[in-house]
């Protein structure tokens, strides 16, 4: 079974081991059982971010996203580890138009995630993030700092200019569902 204080204490080590690449396997070893990881942490009840560990060097996030939310395009200025272990994100990635005015992205990419799945992002990756299930997905979320203090953007979904990110109204949007 899916033990979290050992994961959290596994994550520590393979950061200061190995950086992003260590905390990457522990965590395709810890979802290729997502059973193991939805009975250790319980059953998803409502969307939210809920903290399992925060330093300044490692943040690690259960990530729960209520059916079809959408989350906007947004960076975290930090490298990421994510593993799904109920339900499912599909990822749309952007990359900044060079010439744009007031920092306007374009969408570059694409990758779906499900329950046994785990990726890497970089630190300079922009991201939304949909559920398309009609269901809650899980997901376990590692940073690479302190995800909750650090400065990042966020881009307005229509216009998709730049705006400096809002963590509190992230926050408000997961326990709303979006």
């Known amino acids: ?15 200061a081991e190995g950086g992003q690449r260590a905390v990457r396997e522990l965590m395709a070893r ?9 009975a250790g942490l319980g059953a998803p009840q409502a969307g939210g971010l809920v903290p399992l560990y925060r330093s300044p060097e ?11 939310m959408t989350v906007m395009p947004h960076n975290h ?3 990421a580890v994510i593993g799904v272990y ?21 969408a570059a990419g694409a990758k779906s995630l499900r329950a046994g799945d ?6 300079d990756i922009i991201h939304s993030v ?8 899980g997901a376990i979320h590692v940073y690479g700092g ?4 650090a400065a990042r953007s966020e881009w307005e979904p229509d216009s998709l200019e730049e705006r400096p990110y809002d963590v509190e109204k992230a926050k408000r949007i997961f326990a709303v569902g979006g």
């Open 1 to 15: 079974m899916f033990d979290l204080e050992r994961f959290i204490e596994e994550c520590r080590l393979a950061l």
């Open 30 to 38: 810890a979802v290729s059982e997502p059973g193991a990881v939805l």
């Open 58 to 68: 490692l943040t690690i996030l259960n990530v729960i996203w209520a059916p079809r």
């Open 77 to 79: 200025n930090m490298w």
């Open 86 to 106: 109920t339900g499912g994100e599909d990822n749309i990635f952007w990359r900044r138009l060079p010439e744009g005015p007031s920092g306007r992205v374009e």
């Open 118 to 123: 785990c990726t890497a992002l970089g630190q």
């Open 130 to 137: 949909t559920n398309p299930l009609g269901r809650l997905t």
């Open 146 to 149: 302190d995800f909750f203090a």
